[in-house]
């Protein structure tokens, strides 16, 4: 039962250029919204969250655009560089509560070309 | 910056051997979690633990697993008898009450 879907198992892009990961959910209770970039043989690193009261959220090249009523969110890297390469994550949890669960999509392998 | 440790990085145990794998959560964190991720797989969760309980656990946390926070720095995670499919990538994670979690660098297990 896959809660948290991420449809693209990799993504290449030309350095430079945008980088657009996309992710539905489709658990209603889900509020609360993460990504994680992971490289080889290292634990996920957490980049950018958003609560469902939101619509955008930024912090540097990194945004991250949510729809609640299409249960889609999306992170834009711009612009994207080599060394964004990894694995991405998408994570969802049914609120920001520490002990609330964090339920992770499968990944998408992003290869950012120089 | 504060960060989350695990050891050992690497785990070699025969099938039926116990491993206990330890982690050391953000000291002023109080949401503390384990994932594994089997190689070529999606990452799963497998517990939650506060106030020195278990909050949640999945269907793969049965009763050979076992977390345990002994003092108030340490975070185990115990298999008691390892299984061939207990092989994988062993993530700790703390939370803080923002919601962000911060995840170790994981425990590779290998079961042989």
């Known amino acids: 039962d896959q809660q948290v879907k991420q449809n693209s198992p990799s993504l290449s892009v030309q350095e430079g250029r945008i980088s657009i990961l996309n992710c539905d959910y489709t658990n209603s209770m889900f509020d609360y919204f993460l990504w994680y970039k992971k490289y080889p043989a290292e634990g996920p690193t957490f980049l950018i969250s958003?609560?469902?009261?939101?619509d955008k959220n930024e912090d540097g090249r990194f945004t991250v655009f949510l729809n609640k009523s299409a249960k889609h969110l999306s992170l834009h890297i711009v612009p994207s560089q080599p060394g964004d390469s990894a694995v991405y994550f998408c994570?969802?949890?049914?609120?920001?509560?520490?002990?609330?669960?964090?339920?992770f999509g499968i990944g998408t392998k992003l290869q950012v070309i120089p | 910056e504060p960060e989350v440790t695990q050891t050992p990085s690497h785990q070699v145990t025969q099938m039926g051997q116990e491993v206990i794998l330890r982690c050391v959560p953000i000291s002023n964190h109080l949401y503390f979690y384990w994932y594994r991720q089997i190689l070529g797989q999606k990452v799963e969760f497998l517990v939650s633990?506060?106030?020195?309980?278990?909050?949640?656990k999945s269907e793969i946390f049965d009763d050979q697993f076992s977390v345990e926070r002994p003092d108030g720095s340490n975070f185990t995670l115990k298999i008691r008898s390892t299984k061939l499919e207990d092989s994988a990538m062993y993530f700790c994670?703390?939370?803080?009450?923002?919601?962000?979690?911060?995840f170790g660098q994981g425990t590779r297990l290998t079961v042989v």
């Open positions: 994570a969802a949890a049914p609120g920001s509560g520490g002990y609330q669960k964090v339920t």
């Open positions: 994670a703390s939370r803080n009450d923002r919601g962000q979690a911060f």
């Open positions: 958003i609560s469902s009261i939101k």
């Open positions: 633990f506060y106030n020195n309980e278990i909050s949640e």
